[in-house]
C-alpha cells in the first residue's frame, strides 16, 4: 500500500522504528506516524506501484509489536503541536492484531489530536476491524478498482479477498460512520485508468458518503515496472466524475502547466464541474485567466470553501446545491 500522507523517504524521522515524523501534510495537517509493523513489510496487497519491495502476501501480521510498547514511544514525541496521529505501516496497518486496544490507549493520551488511519479497505469485512475503525476521527480507504480483474492486476491482493465485498463494506462503513471519512484512488497508466473503470468508480463513489475523494497517481518508484499519468491526464478523469463528488487532485508530482485561456463562462463551468484547489488554478489558467478568477472572487461569483485543510474554490451560487465540497 502506497501512504501518500508521507511526502518522501527521507522526509521521514524516525524514533525507534515506530514513531515516524511530524510531518506537515498538506491534506491532514502536522502529522505524526505509529509503524504498526516497523521491522518488515506485512500487507494483504503487493500492490503495482507500491514502494515497499515485492513480498508474499498475508492474512494476518506474523511478526507485531506490544501496545504498550507503542503507547511508551507516543508518549516521548506527542504535543500540542500535532493534529493527527497516523495509523500506518510497512504494508497494512488493519493486520495490527491488537488494533482496538491500542485506540483505546490512543483516545486516553491523545487529548484534542485527531486519530487516522491509512488503510487499502480490505479488512473492513473482518467485523472487529470495522468496528475498530468506526473509533477513528479520521479513515483514509483506497479503492483503486470495481473490476475484478483490474483490481488484481492492480492491488494483488492476497487470495481471500474479493473487491465485491470491500465495496460492499466500504459502503456500509461510509453511512455508519460519525468521522471524517477520505477516499484514495490511485491511477496506473492504462490499468484503472480507461473509461469503463472510471464509469464503474464514479457508480459507487455515487454510493459512498466520502467527506473528500483524493485521486493520485504514482510519485515514487514502485516495486513493478509501471507508470503513473500526468497531472493534466489527473485533471481530465476528475472532470470525469459526477460533479456532486468532492472530488480532490492529491498527486502534482508529474504537473505540466497548462497556462491555457479561459473565458469567465468556461472558469465557472470549470468550476461548477470541479471545485478547484489554488494548485490546481496556477496548473491550469493563463495570467489574463487568473485575473478574471480574482474577478469573480472580488464580485463574489466565486467563493472559497475549506475542505480539511484545503481551500476550493467554488462558484457561489451552488455553494448549498453541492453535497460536498
Known amino acids: 500500500m502506497q501512504n501518500t500522507l508521507w511526502q518522501s523517504a527521507n522526509e521521514l524521522v524516525a524514533k525507534n522504528n515506530i514513531i515516524f515524523g511530524p510531518i506537515n501534510s498538506r491534506r491532514f495537517g502536522m502529522s505524526l506516524g505509529i509503524d504498526l509493523s516497523p521491522a518488515l513489510k506485512q500487507c494483504n496487497f503487493d500492490c503495482l506501484y507500491c514502494e515497499l ?3 508474499i502476501t498475508m492474512d494476518k501480521q506474523t511478526q507485531s509489536i506490544t501496545v504498550e510498547e507503542i503507547i511508551k514511544e507516543l508518549k516521548k514525541h506527542l504535543n500540542s503541536s500535532i493534529d493527527v496521529i ?13 488494533l482496538s486496544q491500542l485506540i483505546d490507549a490512543i483516545d486516553l493520551i491523545k487529548a484534542d489530536t ?4 491509512l488503510t487499502n479497505s480490505a479488512t473492513l469485512v473482518d467485523a472487529s476491524v470495522y468496528n475498530s475503525l468506526l473509533k477513528l476521527d479520521q479513515v483514509k480507504l483506497s479503492l483503486d478498482a470495481i473490476s475484478p480483474d483490474v483490481f488484481k492486476k492492480i492491488d494483488r491482493p492476497h487470495e481471500s479477498i474479493k473487491i465485491e465485498d470491500i465495496v460492499e463494506k466500504v459502503t456500509a ?3 455508519e460512520y460519525k468521522g471524517k471519512l477520505f477516499i484514495e484512488i490511485l491511477f496506473v497508466h492504462e490499468l484503472n485508468d480507461t473509461k469503463e473503470e472510471l464509469r464503474k468508480l464514479n457508480s ?11 485521486l493520485g497517481t504514482i510519485d515514487r518508484p514502485p516495486a513493478y515496472p509501471v507508470v503513473g499519468i500526468s497531472y493534466k491526464e489527473l485533471h481530465e478523469i476528475s472532470m470525469y466524475f459526477d460533479s456532486s463528488l468532492p472530488i480532490h487532485i492529491a498527486s502534482r508530482i508529474h504537473a505540466e502547466p497548462n497556462n491555457a485561456p479561459y473565458s469567465k463562462e468556461e472558469i465557472l463551468n470549470t468550476l461548477d464541474k470541479r ?11 493563463d495570467e489574463e485567466s487568473k485575473e478574471r478568477l480574482q ?5 463574489k461569483e466565486v467563493s ?12 457561489t451560487s451552488n455553494i448549498k446545491r453541492k453535497r460536498k465540497t
Do not use: C, H, M, W
Not at 275 to 285: A, K, M, V
Open 204 to 214: 459507487v463513489l455515487l454510493e459512498i458518503d466520502a467527506f473528500r475523494v483524493d
Open 53 to 55: 519491495a515485492p513480498a
Open 275 to 285: 471545485p478547484l484547489t489554488q494548485d490546481d488554478i496556477n496548473l491550469l489558467l
Open 295 to 299: 474577478k469573480l472572487i472580488s464580485t
Open 173 to 175: 462503513f461510509s453511512k
Open 114 to 117: 485527531q486519530t487516522l488511519i
Open 304 to 315: 472559497i470553501k475549506n475542505v480539511a485543510n484545503l481551500d476550493f474554490l467554488v462558484p
Open 86 to 98: 497516523t495509523l500506518t505501516a510497512n504494508g497494512e496497518p488493519t493486520l495490527y492484531p491488537k
